[in-house]
């Protein structure tokens, strides 16, 4: 089993910054992928952006390209998600996820196998 632990969110004006991290335990050992998805409430949980295990894959969603930046550190296990020019419309619940896999295309349409509980960022206009 491993588990994931956001922190980060907050409260920020349109226009600023935010870094999420969230850091798994447990068995951690191995290859996995991560990846960052967001729930706005009353819509299905979407996409945001992952990194394959070993880094030299990234995804994003195209609402948040160029703006998101997703990265790694493997001797933490932790895994980052710089967020950038933030707009309204990026306010939701920020969810880690973890994939045991060596693939490292298809990123985005992955069934992760593990969670976490997620941390809330709220973009006010």
């Known amino acids: 089993q491993v588990q994931l632990v956001e922190s980060g969110g907050g409260l920020v004006e349109a226009g600023g910054s935010l870094r999420l991290s969230c850091v798994a335990s447990?068995?951690?050992?191995?290859?996995?992928?991560m990846a960052w998805f967001r729930q706005i409430l009353g819509k299905e949980r979407e996409f945001v952006a992952a990194?394959?295990?070993?880094?030299?894959?990234?995804e994003y969603s195209d609402s948040v390209k160029g703006r998101f930046t997703i990265s790694r550190d493997n001797a933490k296990t932790t895994v980052y998600l710089q967020m950038s020019s933030l707009k309204p419309e990026d306010t939701a619940v920020y969810y880690c996820?973890?994939?045991?896999?060596?693939?490292?295309?298809?990123?985005?349409?992955?069934?992760?196998?593990?969670w976490g509980q997620g941390t809330q960022v709220t973009v006010s206009s």
């Open positions: 447990g068995r951690t050992f191995g290859p996995y992928a």
């Open positions: 996820a973890a994939d045991r896999t060596v693939v490292t295309g298809g990123l985005r349409t992955r069934e992760y196998d593990y």
């Open positions: 990194l394959s295990w070993n880094g030299g894959n990234t």
